[in-house]
């Protein structure tokens, strides 16, 4: 079994940052290709980021490209995604996603996902 824990959720203003992270443990030392989610009340589980199993492979939706950034360090097995420029409309908790699949594989879909943290509520203040 695979656990995901997030931490660094928060309050910010509109114009600030901040570093979500996710670590992974479970029975295996493997790395696996991991997403970033967010969801509102009333809405469907939105990708925001996703990076393959060795890190050479990253995507980003328009809605946040140029403002966040996933990384991972696989040392530690944590993966982070880094949100600059924060928007009111970034509101939302977010979770990340794991799925047992080699590089250069990432998945777009909350469905295409194994495994699920619990979520981190992240609140930008206008």
């Known amino acids: 079994q695979v656990q995901l824990v997030e931490s660094g959720g928060g309050l910010r203003q509109a114009g600030d940052s901040l570093r979500l992270s996710c670590a992974v443990s479970?029975?295996?030392?493997?790395?696996?290709?991991m997403g970033w989610f967010r969801q509102t009340p009333g809405l469907e589980r939105e990708l925001v980021a996703a990076?393959?199993?060795?890190?050479?492979?990253?995507y980003y939706p328009d809605s946040v490209k140029g403002r966040f950034t996933i990384s991972r360090d696989n040392a530690e097995r944590t993966v982070y995604l880094q949100m600059n420029s924060l928007k009111p409309e970034d509101t939302a908790v977010y979770y990340c996603?794991?799925?047992?699949?080699?590089?250069?594989?990432?998945?777009?879909?909350?469905?295409?996902?194994?495994?699920w943290g619990q979520g981190t509520q992240v609140t930008v203040s206008s």
């Open positions: 479970g029975r295996t030392s493997r790395a696996y290709a």
């Open positions: 990076i393959s199993r060795s890190g050479g492979n990253t």
């Open positions: 996603a794991a799925k047992d699949a080699p590089s250069p594989w990432l998945g777009t879909g909350p469905d295409l996902y194994e495994y």
